[in-house]
Nanobody
Framework: QVQLVESGGGLVQAGGSLRLSCAAS????????MGWFRQAPGKERAFVAA????????NYADSVKGRFTISRDNAKNTVNLQMNSLKPEDTAVYYC??????????????WGQGTQVTVSS
């Protein structure tokens, strides 16, 4: 099992950028696929991005393609989410998770506590 702690959230104006980080502890971080999800007020938690164990393959929700980039550093046990060209609709609590691919869906297994991202218009 892996323990996850997110950081880097905050308040930003539309069009701005933020970088979220997730620090992992526990065994064998490099054996986990990792992902980011978000939950906006009144909505269900939704997939944002995932990166495979080696970092060679990345998947994104259509709503963030071309604006967000997921990356990982297996030597430092971290996974990051670079968010550019932010929009008010990106406002949500963002969660880091270890993930599994089930069919065509990424499902979270171990979750962080979340970090708030607020984008003002």
């Amino acid at each position: 099992q892996v323990q996850l702690v997110e950081s880097g959230g905050g308040l930003v104006q539309a069009g701005g950028s933020l970088r979220l980080s997730c620090a992992a502890s526990g065994r064998s971080f490099s054996s986990y696929h990792m992902g980011w999800f978000r939950q906006a007020p009144g909505k269900e938690r939704a997939f944002v991005a995932a990166i495979w164990r080696s970092g060679g393959t990345r998947n994104y929700a259509d709503s963030v393609k071309g604006r967000f980039t997921i990356s990982r550093d297996n030597a430092k046990n971290t996974v990051n989410l670079q968010m550019n060209s932010l929009k008010p609709e990106d406002t949500a609590v963002y969660y880091c998770a270890s993930v599994n691919l089930v069919g065509s869906n990424w499902l979270g297994v171990n979750w962080g506590q979340g970090t708030q991202v607020t984008v003002s218009s």
